[in-house]
C-alpha cells in the first residue's frame, strides 16, 4: 500500500514537498514513480527513482525544478518541487513497478491515492 502526502495550496514560485509512504511491503526492490493528474488531461510521468536510489529520471520540462529521492530504510520516496507553477496543478499519484523504471502508468502494480497541488498565480 502507498500513502501520498504532502499537497496543498500554494502560490507560484513557493515549493512543496510530497512523500509516498508505503506499508504492508518492502519497495526496496521496486522502482518508484511520481506521475500527475490535472483535470480533463491524460497522467502524465512527472519523475523516478530506481530501486537502488542511484538512478533518476523526470519529464523533460521538469528537470531542475523538482528533484526525487528514496529511503528504503523508511519506505518512502520523495518529491521536492521548488519554483512551482500553475500549470503543476495537478493530483499527484506516487507508483511502484518491480524492476526498472516505466514512463508508462499502465505499468505500475502499486499505486497511492494522490494528493492534490493547486498551485495560484
Known amino acids: 500500500q502507498l500513502q501520498a502526502s504532502g499537497g496543498g495550496l500554494v502560490q507560484a514560485g513557493d515549493s512543496l514537498r510530497l512523500s509516498c509512504a508505503a506499508s504492508g511491503r518492502t519497495f526496496s526492490t521496486y522502482a518508484m514513480c511520481w506521475f500527475r493528474q490535472a483535470p480533463g488531461k491524460e497522467r502524465e510521468f512527472v519523475s523516478a527513482i530506481s530501486w537502488g536510489g542511484g538512478s533518476t529520471y523526470y519529464a523533460d520540462s521538469l528537470k531542475g525544478r523538482f528533484t526525487i529521492s528514496r529511503d528504503n530504510a523508511k519506505n518512502t520516496v520523495y518529491l521536492q518541487m521548488n519554483s512551482l507553477k500553475p500549470e503543476d496543478t495537478a493530483v499527484y499519484y506516487c507508483?511502484?513497478?518491480?524492476?526498472?523504471?516505466?514512463?508508462?502508468?499502465?505499468?505500475?502494480?502499486?499505486w497511492g491515492q494522490g494528493t492534490l497541488v493547486t498551485v495560484s498565480s
Open positions: 507508483a511502484a513497478k518491480k524492476g526498472s523504471y516505466s514512463g508508462n502508468y499502465r505499468l505500475y502494480e502499486y
